[in-house]
T-cell receptor, first 114, second 112 residues
């Protein structure tokens, strides 16, 4: 199993550009989520999904969209990039949401918005 | 809002010293998880604690969940340079639709 994969690893955007961060998992996990990590702020939940076709907002959803058309994929879209979105983005998945299981994190995407 | 507190954010120890860090919540947690993130890496799950007063050990690491399920500790015996990284606790509060809330983490550096 590849686990959780994310592309790209690095990205530089100009303010106002849009892009999609890709996330995929091959473990047949129901639950997937996106976090951003900023210095001194820990991991903050952006959006999450408890299954295909179901998404919901986390702690910091503004400026981001998600969709979950398949169990495997959970892309994160930045609609109009802003310098405040410069961060490291992690996708995570776990077997289920209702009962706690460990979260598996992808390797991350380091995004810089100029 | 509900927060999981980890203070301080940084700690430096001499190799061979013991290290303890704490995770605190003002309200009762359903369970707590600990993760480790190596420099430049991604968080990796270490352990989950569910029961009041639960203690679990992984080699030199000892994890404890408080009796009131409002705090947790991670103790590392005789730190090694391989212990370097950021340790996060993540707690889930009781109640429907409660999501895992991460603390800000503590970054441990070890002087050889």
């Amino acid at each position: 199993n590849a686990g959780v994969t994310q592309t790209p690893k690095f990205q530089v955007l100009k303010t106002g550009q849009s892009m999609t961060l890709q996330c995929a998992q091959d473990m047949n996990h129901e639950y997937m989520s996106w976090y951003r990590q900023d210095p001194g702020m820990g991991l903050r939940l952006i959006h999450y999904s408890v299954g295909a076709g179901i998404t919901d907002q986390g702690e910091v959803p503004n400026g981001y969209n998600v969709s979950r058309s398949t169990t495997e994929d959970f892309p994160l879209r930045l609609l109009s990039a802003a310098p405040s979105q410069t961060s490291v983005y992690f996708c995570a998945s776990s077997y289920s949401y209702g009962t706690d299981y460990e979260q598996y994190f992808g390797p991350g995407t380091r995004l810089t918005v100029t | 809002g509900q927060q999981v507190m980890q203070i301080p954010q940084y700690q430096h120890v001499q190799e061979g010293e013991d290290f303890t860090t704490y995770c605190n919540s003002s309200t009762t947690l359903s369970n707590i998880q600990w993760y480790k993130q190596r420099p430049g890496g991604h968080p990796v799950f270490l352990i989950q604690l569910v029961k009041s007063g639960e203690v679990k050990k992984q080699k030199r690491l000892t994890f404890q969940f408080g009796e009131a399920k409002k705090n947790s500790s991670l103790h590392i015996t005789a730190t090694q340079t391989t212990d370097v990284g950021t340790y996060f606790c993540a707690g889930r509060y009781t109640g429907a639709n409660s999501k895992l809330t991460f603390g800000k983490g503590i970054t441990l550096s070890v002087r050889p």
